[in-house]
C-alpha cells in the first residue's frame, strides 16, 4: 500500500543539486493525495498538485501565481484577499508542505 507519510528529499549543504536532481532545489517533500513541492535556493517555494495545477510563491512574496491544469497562469495578491476558493484552498496546502520541510530532521 502507498505510505501516507510524506516524503522528504535533501539536496548538498551548498544548494548544489546531487545525480538526478534538479539544480537549485535545497529540499522537496511530498504530502500523499495532494503533491509535491520544492523549495529553492532563492527561497522560492513551487507545488506542483496531483491535479495538475501549480502554485510559485516567492521568498517575502506579495503575490502568488497559480498555473492551471491547462497552463493558464493568473497572479494574485497576497495583500488583496484571493476571491478564487480553489487558489485559497492550495495556498494552505503550501503551508503544510512548508512545516514538513522545516520540520525534517536536517535544517533549511
Excluded: C, Y
Amino acid at each position: 500500500p502507498p505510505s501516507t507519510q510524506p516524503e522528504i528529499g535533501d539536496q548538498q549543504s551548498d544548494g548544489r543539486a546531487s545525480q538526478g536532481s534538479l539544480p537549485g532545489v535545497v529540499k522537496t517533500a511530498h504530502l500523499p493525495q495532494v503533491g509535491w513541492a520544492m523549495l529553492f535556493v532563492s527561497g522560492e517555494v513551487i507545488v506542483m498538485f496531483d491535479d495538475g495545477t501549480q502554485l510559485v510563491v516567492q521568498q517575502q512574496a506579495s503575490s502568488v501565481r497559480f498555473i492551471s491544469r491547462d497552463l493558464t497562469a493568473r497572479t494574485f495578491a497576497l495583500t488583496q484577499g484571493i476571491a478564487d476558493a480553489e487558489v485559497r484552498q492550495k495556498l494552505q496546502k503550501v503551508n503544510e508542505f512548508v512545516d514538513v520541510m522545516r520540520t525534517s530532521r536536517n535544517v533549511l
